[in-house]
């Protein structure tokens, strides 16, 4: 356990489908980020927040919309997704977003997109 | 476009000898280098960091860093069947500083 969880693990929905995906970090950490990872794929970075301030939208598309209610809590709100949407998707949490950059991953979500 | 190369393998390595794992990397301002673990059907696990230049050490695991050739690498020493995994080399790109990924090197070790 790396102290980053992630719900559900598994998800299966439809593209005219609404639901969430929930990352909770338990480090005390200030840098949250949401990335996705496609096989044959590097790990693409998503968004990343900074004390619950988005520092990062690396030109996501808007049926993806992150939330940061606080430092330890991070969403990632799904809406009429596409099949190629179909993929792992990681939450990691940072000591800092600058300077202290070791990330450590939750368990991901396996999304299928049908 | 800033880059992070890796051989995508498989590198096959038998039980008890060094696995040698390279990645090379494009922006020379980088300052932050990474490597994790990440077993198949699992998510990617810290292994080492470094950020000067030489060897660094922690147990069986050995990362070196050369910026002025630009590459990183990982040894691990005395391999073993549970070091059989994915090894993703991550370097931060220095002008955005953002973190970007290579493919990741797949590692068999041979019993």
């Known amino acids: 356990e790396t102290g980053v969880t992630q719900t559900p693990r598994h998800l299966v929905m439809g593209m005219t489908n609404k639901k969430s995906l929930k990352c909770e970090q338990h480090l005390g950490h200030n840098a949250m980020y949401w990335y996705k990872q496609s096989a044959k794929k590097p790990l693409e970075l998503m968004f990343v927040y900074s004390l619950e301030e988005r520092v990062e939208n690396n030109s996501v598309p808007s049926r993806f919309s992150p939330e940061c209610p606080n430092s330890s809590h991070l969403f990632l709100h799904l809406h009429t997704l596409q099949p190629e949407d179909s993929a792992l998707y990681l939450c990691a949490s940072s000591q800092e977003w600058q300077g202290a950059r070791e990330q450590y991953f939750g368990p991901g979500t396996r999304l299928t997109v049908t | 476009q800033k880059e992070v190369e890796q051989n995508s393998g498989p590198l096959s390595v038998p039980e008890g000898a060094i696995a040698s794992l390279n990645c090379t990397y494009s922006?020379?301002?980088?300052?932050?280098f990474f490597w994790y673990r990440q077993y198949s059907g699992k998510s990617p696990e810290l292994i080492m960091s470094i950020y000067s230049n030489g060897d660094k050490e922690d147990g069986r695991f050995t990362a070196q860093l050369n910026k002025a050739s630009q590459y990183v690498s990982l040894l691990i020493r005395d391999s073993q069947p549970s070091d059989s995994a994915t090894y993703l080399c991550?370097?931060?790109?220095?002008?955005?500083?953002?973190?970007?990924f290579g493919k990741g090197t797949r590692l068999h070790i041979l019993p």
């Open positions: 922006d020379r301002g980088s300052q932050s």
């Open positions: 991550a370097v931060n790109e220095g002008r955005d500083d953002k973190i970007i």
